[in-house]
């Protein structure tokens, strides 16, 4: 009687493949396979990314103009820096009108007439002194409402230097935009 031994062969369907099935690649091989180009060369994908970067600057400087503290710069973030920039905007300061009084003295000093050009100097030097007094003042006024509002152990340093150099500029100049209007102070 013959005995029947089980069959060790390993190409039998039922066996499973030792290994993965396929020789291993070279270095070579793999660096090709691996390599593309750092930047797409297709003049399509060079568009989509155009449009797609035009679009996430143009989301930012809206995002920024509206006063959205994710788009904002450093120095505009958080809840003082807005309630000074309210503050700001509510009222009227002199300082505002210094760049265009400074845009007059430079036509008015083109009058060949001397005098025209010294009285403009003198008359632009007298409202530089009061928008920097004003300037100054503001600055203080802001301190002190800013900390009885959020707490003088709270308060950031800086707030008012950023009222005064907020006032300087025109009030349709400035970044983020005013979103009150004037005489509208905040709480």
Do not use: C
Not at 4 to 24: M, Q
Not at 90 to 109: C, D, P, T
Not at 167 to 184: A, D, E, N
Request: hydrophobic fraction near 45%.
């Amino acid at each position: 009687m013959a005995t029947s031994t089980p069959s060790t062969n390993d190409e039998s369907p039922e066996a499973p493949v030792a290994g993965k099935g396929r020789p291993t690649p070279t270095r070579a091989e793999r660096e090709a396979a691996r390599r593309r180009p750092l930047v797409a060369d297709t003049k399509e994908a060079r568009a989509a990314a155009k449009v797609q970067l035009r679009e996430q600057r143009d989301r930012a400087q809206a995002g920024m103009a509206a006063g959205e503290d994710k788009y904002l710069p450093p120095r505009d973030k958080g809840p003082q820096r807005r309630w000074v920039r309210d503050y700001v905007d509510a009222g009227w300061h002199l300082s505002e009108w210094v760049m265009a009084l400074m845009v007059v003295v430079i036509l008015v000093s083109l009058v060949p007439d001397p005098t025209f050009s010294f009285y403009a100097f003198i008359g632009l030097w007298a409202f530089i002194v009061l928008a920097v007094l004003g300037m100054v003042i503001l600055g203080g006024r802001v301190k002190k409402k800013a900390a009885a509002k959020f707490g003088k152990d709270r308060l950031e340093k800086g707030l008012g230097w950023y009222a005064a150099m907020r006032s300087l500029q025109m009030r349709f100049m400035r970044l983020p935009k005013p979103q009150v209007k004037r005489g509208q102070y905040p709480a």
